[in-house]
């Protein structure tokens, strides 16, 4: 079993910056993929970002590509968002994810709580 804990959300004014991070915990040893989703009321939950086992890897979802950064440490078991420019548009919930399939890094089984992240224009 993996847990996930997500922190760093909060309120910010459109175009400014927040970090958000996840620290993983357990059975880490099992964790591959990585990534972090966003869900706002009455809507399904998208994709933002993830990256692979050894951090090289990454994807994003378009409206994201050159503002936010995901990253990660093996280490510390943790992966980070940093999330720049940001927009009202960004406003969701955001939760972090993680893959223990070597295979399919992105097929995310354990998810975390969430943090809540309101962006005002």
């Known amino acids: 079993q993996v847990q996930l804990v997500e922190s760093g959300g909060g309120s910010v004014q459109a175009g400014g910056s927040l970090r958000l991070s996840c620290a993983a915990s357990?059975?880490?040893?099992?964790?591959?993929?990585m990534g972090w989703f966003r869900q706002t009321p009455g809507k399904e939950r998208e994709f933002v970002a993830r990256v692979n086992w050894s951090g090289v890897l990454t994807s994003y979802r378009d409206s994201v590509k050159d503002r936010f950064i995901i990253s990660r440490d093996n280490a510390r078991n943790t992966v980070d968002l940093q999330m720049n420019r940001l927009k009202p548009e960004d406003t969701a919930v955001y939760y972090c994810a993680a893959s223990t399939s070597p295979d399919r890094e992105s097929e995310f089984t354990y998810w975390g709580q969430g943090t809540q992240v309101t962006v005002s224009s």
């Open positions: 357990g059975d880490t040893d099992s964790i591959y993929g």
